[in-house]
């Protein structure tokens, strides 16, 4: 478990300030389909390098445990035709190439 939390940690973290940097969220978490004990292993380990990070101009994220767990995924894609029906089209008056 060691090796994989750590490299995902670590890449989680970076990409949490990188969203941070364009839109403040106040929190960031962290769920799936993977086993509770890693799952909260990985939570403290991106606490922890994020507090190596640069946050200068940034409000830092509050790294959280989601309660979803095996459900996030399909939840997720559940959401997609709400997300199409009612939410701006990010791609609205671009021409097909």
């Given at each position: 478990?060691?090796p994989w939390v750590n490299e995902t940690a670590q890449?989680?973290a970076k990409a949490a300030l990188s969203i941070c940097s364009v839109?403040?969220?106040?929190?960031?978490?962290?769920?799936?389909?993977?086993?509770?004990?890693?799952?909260?292993?990985?939570?403290?380990?991106?606490?922890?390098?994020?507090?190596?990070?640069?946050?200068?101009?940034?409000?830092?994220?509050?790294?959280?445990?989601?309660?979803?767990?095996?459900?996030?995924?399909?939840?997720?894609?559940?959401?997609?035709?709400?997300?199409?029906?009612?939410?701006?089209?990010?791609?609205?008056?671009?021409?097909?190439?």
């Open positions: 478990m060691g890449q989680l839109i403040d969220f106040e929190a960031i978490l962290i769920d799936g389909a993977i086993p509770p004990a890693v799952r909260a292993r990985l939570v403290e380990r991106v606490r922890v390098y994020l507090l190596d990070q640069d946050t200068r101009g940034l409000l830092c994220p509050k790294i959280k445990t989601g309660s979803i767990g095996d459900n996030a995924r399909a939840i997720g894609a559940a959401s997609a035709p709400i997300f199409a029906q009612f939410f701006l089209n990010a791609n609205a008056g671009l021409s097909a190439v």
